[in-house]
């Protein structure tokens, strides 16, 4: 649909994860997963142990079916000698090799016999299935802490990354591998791991046992298995990539819907649904298509793999014929033979499954680690100190910064000083650089080059923790979280008193509206405050800053949305609030900024004046542009 | 007492019902792909037979060939020479299997006199029939396997379509009651559930009834009470995988739960990993993230314990099935051979041992399958609750395409409401001519953003209504306004797409030079060049990677490219600096002359221009008129207007001064 025209959509959607990294062979990243198992090395060695003992177990089935067999089989057989006119018992007993007192023998204790060996059976299948129980839920136990493990750590991580790792990533694509991922890897540590090491028992228990009853026979069957493990190999390697690209082409058809869900209304205002769904489309049909190709992948290795084993069996079954035939072997022998044969094959068939939950587990295991290995741009020194006490003296110091390395800087020498108690303006043209100044304060980027000082401490000496706790902070763009108002406010400080948060609430000019709501400070914001109104957001957003109690406070353009006389009440309760406190204010409008005790006039990434309202009023031609044209216009229209 | 066990049977019937309602309209997603399906179906059956056909062959190669070549040889070597008795001879030949009576063999006549040679190559040529067999299935397993994908992944494809074409359909409204989160794990969590199960997994159910089936039939046909006897365990397996599954089912219905709010947890923290570090909130909410972490692990290691137990309990029972037939069977023999009046011989328990041991195979398949099944069944009402869930906003069904509009925009006694019986506008009353320009001002919250959010439609009104060009705006399709309308929204959300497609997204057809010239309109154009890749640099999630005032930019340029009949910016510069707001609006003033457009705004030197000014207070619009004439009624406009001034007027400027000079400049001149 809508083909034509439709402009071709290069970049959107279309990066890979972190680092794009390519499909690439690595058991190195499964290895390390696997490494994960051994914490729990309790839990490993009952389930190892319940494993041994219920595969034993299962080696002995045919045993036991055979020997009830057997019961049966020589009680009639007695029966029927004992049964013979008594002139050819003698002579059929030597034939068959039997004594007629011990037939005899036999046959009276034969009932017994055979109720025994059916009660031998049922305390078997008793132990057996209490012990293959075990072996599931232990290593169900096992494979959830392991997920419950890596999950937290990669939240943890997440949750440290720095400021530049979250504008490279989506949040779609980070939520892809801290569920989904993690659950492909979780199947194969819980089962596959598991299940390997019972088919290998089983495998290399039968072969003994098969080598035991019949050497010769056993050679038939020998050349499948490097067969099929040559081709487990090759699929395994082949099919990984495969599952990389496929989670992938996943990430991407969850990036389209989540954005579809945020910018719901953009995609509505635009009338674009149609062309967003041939989009969904073209993303669900490429995964659709790779996971075809690895269906057909697999269409192909899993009736191999019985082919080979089945063939295994005709093999064995048309050489221990003629065995039989040439009277190298018995019946009996060979019928046992090829019960032990299904131990052999079953497994195969079974590491044919492993090896798809490999494949998978192992492109999984690259993405996961990928993030738990990236790279934090801020981080605590290692012989950082807690910052004490402070009075609030923030220093610039010719910082220059850019967002990545060698591309042009979007600070430039700026140099200033905020001593404490004194309220800081930054105004400047959009995209100046205000925004990210105020960034570098509470360290969510680190500067490229120059210093920041906070009470003459380089901000890089001393721990993330304690400088942010000082700042209090509303940034630009107001995210709330999907709790109540009271959550919200109480977000920096959760054990807050109401007192506390109502007090935030009223200087923040919020406290009246959200007393006209039925539910108060129990009403529910929505999903990133989507019921509130844009400046009820803000103000619930600056009472969250204000309830930090901060001896910094940044505002970042926090009253856009803000009516005049609302911000007036506002500015009123700050004036006394930041007492003595230091404080920095992003505004366009020019009002906001008029009584700062410094005003920073920024242009493209320098300072290009600075000084007091009425200083400015004089020396700044930009200022006083603005001042004018937001406050005195109307004269000239007049 | 009586009304729980009714209350139960209803329940049970609901949920009877909506399992096959749901399965129905499964099987109506796979209609389309009724081809690969009948292949499927061709398949199994075929590979079903294979699979009792195979065993039978194997015993056929044993009763047919070896035991009677084999006895025969034993025979001849240890009985040379000598003469045997009638009943001696009839003893071995009914061991050896080789009388019409005593034999298995139906595969061939057995001709006891057939030379070693012979019966090699009978042998061989019933191998060489296994092998083709078992070629046959092996192809027969990849094409059904292959082919239940095929079909599976498209219908899966096709309700991830569905469940997205839908969301489109519902309203705003359905999205502020439910979390976006929820959507999501709908069409992945659930979507996922559902794909484990449709591949294999139906073929692999399908496959084992049919065995199960094909067995018991086997089984009654040889031997009725003996039959009887080897399913003596069959009750038990039910009995215990309903109640494993039941009790399972409840316990994942708590582990989905479970997942939830880690998927919850894990969207808030992501999303608002900014504010999380801002306010040192990252140890609190690792802490509070493991206890949601532990709590689904939890529910899941209880689900999975049931689940655990379901194959090894049904395992035991077969077991036990195959002791009570070797038991039965063996006594019987030796009581005289009859059960309840049946003969029983020595090789029917051997093949009722093999049955009950293959029969105990597809149940054990679908027992193991059974707690999936439910899972997937589950999400599947899940998916099409969503699907079921009604668009409030619809087209009428006789709504005609809107004509190009004019611009004369009418708003009768609106009223609206987000939740039922909190009125959120109360009777607003607007008329705006073609080509003028209405500014609404007021407080926060007095309902501002609500009053344009029912222009194009998000909303309906509850009560009045909205003309334009005096149209009913119900009365016509919603794309064809929607077209026709071009709207700033407060918060300007931006694709992580390049900015060329952010730009041109409204208006998808328009070619490169288009988009430049309302870039450079929007005063976007400069900043766009310096970015690294220009217009083809690609956005960061919601515009990251650009100023706030630069995504303010790129949104107006947006809308300034589809060239709307309706303008409306809601705070649309509201980051933006005062110079470049000024430039914007003197360059929308050209390109918009003549169109009506409606401007939101706190800081008033952007709206002194407006034809109109409205202000909104409470939901109700309290004062109209132009700038000059509502700073000189010195009403709640004035007020509004005169906190600019009050800070400096705190400042202790010399108040008496300053009055006189704002007085002096905002006096109305005439
Ligand atoms: N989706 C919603 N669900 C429920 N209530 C809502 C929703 N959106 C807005 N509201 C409420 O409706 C009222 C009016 O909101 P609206 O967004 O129209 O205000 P506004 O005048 O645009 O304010 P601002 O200047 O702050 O943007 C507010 O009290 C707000 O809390
Ligand atoms: N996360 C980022 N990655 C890369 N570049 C960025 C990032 N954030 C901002 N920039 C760029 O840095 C420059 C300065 O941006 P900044 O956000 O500091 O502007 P600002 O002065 O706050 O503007 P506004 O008034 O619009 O908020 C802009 O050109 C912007 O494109
Ligand atoms: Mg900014
Ligand atoms: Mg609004």
């Known amino acids: ?638 | 007492m009586i009304d729980r066990q009714a209350q139960l049977l209803g329940m049970e019937a609901q949920k009877a019902q909506s399992i096959s309602g749901t399965l129905k309209r499964f099987g109506a997603h796979f209609r389309p792909y009724w081809l690969p399906l009948l292949i499927v179906a061709a398949a199994i059956i075929f590979s079903t037979w294979m699979q009792v056909r195979i065993p039978y062959l194997i015993g056929q190669a044993i009763d047919c060939y070896l035991t009677p070549y084999a006895s025969r040889v034993a025979l001849t070597g240890n009985t040379a020479g000598v003469t045997l008795p009638p009943a001696a001879a009839e003893f071995f030949s009914q061991m050896a299997g080789d009388t019409a009576a005593g034999s298995n063999c139906t595969y061939t006549t057995i001709d006891p006199t057939a030379s070693y040679q012979e019966t090699l190559t009978g042998f061989t040529q019933l191998m060489l029939v296994m092998v083709f067999l078992y070629v046959g299935s092996s192809v027969l397993t990849g094409i059904t396997f292959y082919a239940m994908s095929w079909a599976g992944f498209r219908v899966l494809r096709d309700l991830r379509d569905d469940v997205f074409r839908h969301i489109h359909r519902l309203s705003l409204g359905y999205f502020s009651k439910h979390e976006a989160g929820d959507v999501m794990s709908r069409l992945t969590n659930d979507m996922d559930t559902i794909q484990q199960m449709i591949g294999f997994g139906v073929v692999q159910v399908v496959q084992g009834v049919l065995l199960i089936v094909w067995i018991v039939y086997v089984m009654f046909r040889d031997n009725v009470p003996f039959a009887l006897i080897s399913l003596v365990t069959l009750p038990l397996m039910v009995i215990f995988t309903k109640w494993f599954s039941d009790q399972a089912r409840k316990a994942f219905r708590q582990a989905r739960k479970e997942i939830g709010s880690v998927n919850a947890d894990l969207q808030e923290g992501i999303s608002g990993v900014r504010e999380v570090q801002a306010f040192s909130r990252e140890a609190e909410n690792i802490e509070q993230f493991r206890a949601n972490n532990a709590a689904n692990r939890d529910a899941n290691i209880k689900a999975q314990a049931y689940t655990s137990a379901l194959a090894p309990t049904l395992e035991a029972l077969s077991y036990v099935s195959l002791a009570i037939v070797a038991c039965v069977g063996g006594i019987a023999i030796l009581r005289g051979g009859s059960l309840m009046g049946s003969a029983v011989s020595l090789g029917l328990i051997f093949s009722f041992i093999q049955y009950t041991q293959r029969f105990n195979m597809p149940v054990q398949q679908i027992a193991l399958l059974w707690t999936n099944i439910q899972s997937a069944i589950a999400g599947g009402e899940r998916i099409f609750g969503l699907l079921d869930e009604v668009p409030e906003l619809t087209d009428k069904p006789d709504a005609a395409a809107m004509p190009p509009i004019e611009g004369d925009v009418r708003f009768e006694g609106v009223w609206a409401e987000y939740n039922p019986g909190e009125p959120v506008l109360k009777g607003v009353d607007i008329h705006a001519r073609p080509g003028e320009t209405i500014a609404i001002v007021g407080p926060t919250g007095a309902g501002k953003t609500t009053i344009i959010n029912l222009l194009p439609r998000f909303w309906d009104v509850t009560d009045g209504r909205i003309l334009i060009d005096g149209r009913d705006i119900r009365d016509v399709t919603r794309d064809s306004l929607r077209q026709q309308i071009g709207i700033v929204l407060q918060d300007a959300f931006l694709f992580s797409d390049t900015v060329l497609n952010n730009i041109r997204y409204a208006k998808p057809d328009a070619t490169d030079e288009e988009v430049i010239a309302a870039a450079k309109l929007a005063r976007a154009h400069d900043f766009i060049e310096r970015l690294g890749e220009g217009y083809q640099t690609v956005l960061g999630e919601r515009g990251g990677g650009l100023s706030q005032g630069q995504r303010q930019l790129i949104a107006i340029a947006r809308v300034a490219l589809s060239d709307p009949r309706i303008l409306i910016l809601d705070e649309a510069t509201s980051s933006v600096d005062t110079r470049t707001e000024r430039e914007i609006q003197k360059a929308f003033a050209v390109l918009l002359h003549g169109r009506t457009s409606f401007v939101i705004a706190h800081r008033l030197s952007t709206i002194r221009n407006a034809h109109q000014v409205l202000v909104v207070n409470h939901g109700e619009i309290i004062e109209r008129g132009t700038h000059r004439e509502l700073l000189a009624a010195r009403g709640f406009y004035y007020d509004l207007y005169m906190s600019q001034f009050r800070r400096q007027l705190d400042a202790g400027e010399s108040d008496e001064e300053l009055a006189e000079e704002v007085d002096a400049f905002f006096a109305p001149a005439d």
Do not use: C
Not at chain 1, 275 to 290: C, G, M, N, P, T
Not at chain 1, 481 to 488: A, C, K, P, V
Not at chain 1, 560 to 582: C, F, N, P, W
């Open chain 1, 1 to 638: 649909m809508q083909a034509a025209g439709n402009p071709p959509r290069a970049g959107r959607r279309g990066r890979g994860g972190p680092n794009g990294a390519r499909p690439k062979m690595s058991n190195q990243a499964l290895r390390r997963a696997i490494r994960y198992v051994w914490q729990y090395p309790k839990v490993t060695w009952a389930a190892v142990g319940a494993l041994l003992i219920a595969t034993l177990a299962q080696l002995a089935v045919p045993q036991l079916v055979q020997e009830v067999i057997d019961t049966i089989t020589s009680s009639v057989l007695n029966e029927m000698i004992l049964g013979l006119p008594a002139n050819i018992q003698t002579f059929a007993a030597g034939q068959l090799g039997l004594d007629l007192a011990t037939a005899q023998n036999e046959l009276n204790g034969a009932e017994r016999a055979i109720i025994m060996a059916g009660l031998i059976i049922v305390v078997f299948a008793i132990a057996r299935g209490f012990f293959s129980f075990a072996q599931t839920y232990l290593s169900q136990v096992l494979s959830q802490n392991i997920a419950f493990d890596l999950r937290q750590d990669l939240y943890a991580k997440i949750q440290r990354l720095s400021f530049s790792y979250h504008d490279r990533n989506r949040t779609g694509q980070l939520m892809i591998r801290a569920t989904d991922d993690i659950e492909k890897l979780r199947l194969f540590l819980g089962q596959g791991l598991l299940l390997a090491l019972q088919s290998i028992i089983l495998l290399v228990g039968t072969l003994i046992i098969l080598f035991l009853t019949n050497f010769r026979l056993t050679l038939v069957v020998l050349p499948l298995l490097p067969i099929a493990l040559v081709s487990f190999m090759v699929f395994g390697g082949l099919a990984q990539p495969l599952f990389g690209e496929a989670q992938r082409r996943l990430s991407r058809v969850n990036t389209i819907l989540q954005e579809n869900l945020a910018g719901l209304k953009v995609v509505q205002a635009s009338v674009a649904e149609k062309r967003e769904q041939a989009h969904f489309k073209k993303a669900i049909d490429s995964e659709l298509e790779q996971r075809i190709k690895i269906t057909r992948m697999f269409a192909i290795l899993f009736p191999f793999i019985f082919l080979v084993a089945n063939l295994g069996q005709a093999a064995v079954m048309y050489f221990g014929g003629r065995q039989i035939m040439n009277e190298t072997l018995t019946l009996g022998e060979w019928q046992k033979f090829s019960l032990y044969l299904v131990y052999l094959f079953m497994p195969l068939g079974q590491l044919g499954f492993i090896i798809s939950l490999m494949a998978q587990a192992a492109a999984s295991a690259d993405r996961i680690f990928e993030i738990l290995d990236a790279k934090n741009d801020v981080e605590n020194k290692p012989d950082a100190v807690e910052l004490g006490e402070i009075t609030g003296r923030i220093a610039f110091e010719n910082v220059t910064f850019r967002y990545f390395e060698g591309s042009e800087p979007v600070l430039q020498d700026i140099t200033f000083t905020a001593e404490p108690g004194q309220t800081i303006a930054l105004l400047g043209g959009t995209g100046s650089g205000k925004t990210t100044i105020i960034n570098l304060i509470p360290r969510f980027y680190d500067v490229s080059a120059g210093r920041i000082t906070i009470d003459g401490h380089d901000l890089r000496d001393v721990t993330l923790e304690s400088l942010r706790q000082r700042i209090g902070i509303v940034l630009q763009e107001t995210n709330l979280f999907g709790g109540s108002i009271r959550d919200n406010i109480a977000f920096g400080r959760p054990d807050a008193t109401e007192a506390e948060i109502i007090a935030a609430a009223q200087a923040a000019a919020a406290h009246d509206f959200i007393m006209e709501f039925p539910e108060g400070y129990d009403t529910p914001v929505g999903e990133r405050g989507s019921t509130l109104s844009g400046g009820q957001k803000q103000r619930v957003a600056i009472a969250r800053a204000l309830l930090m109690d901060p001896h910094i406070l940044i505002l970042d353009d926090s009253t856009s949305s803000v009516d005049l006389s609302t911000e007036y009440q506002i500015q009123k309760a700050l004036d006394k609030l930041m007492h003595g406190r230091t404080s920095f204010v992003i505004a366009q409008r020019i009002s906001t900024v008029l009584n700062a005790d410094q005003i920073l006039v920024l242009d493209k990434g320098r300072i290009v004046a600075r000084g007091v309202h009425e200083e400015l009023m004089e020396d700044s031609p930009i200022y006083a542009e603005i001042y004018h044209s937001q406050l005195s216009e109307d004269v000239e229209l007049a």
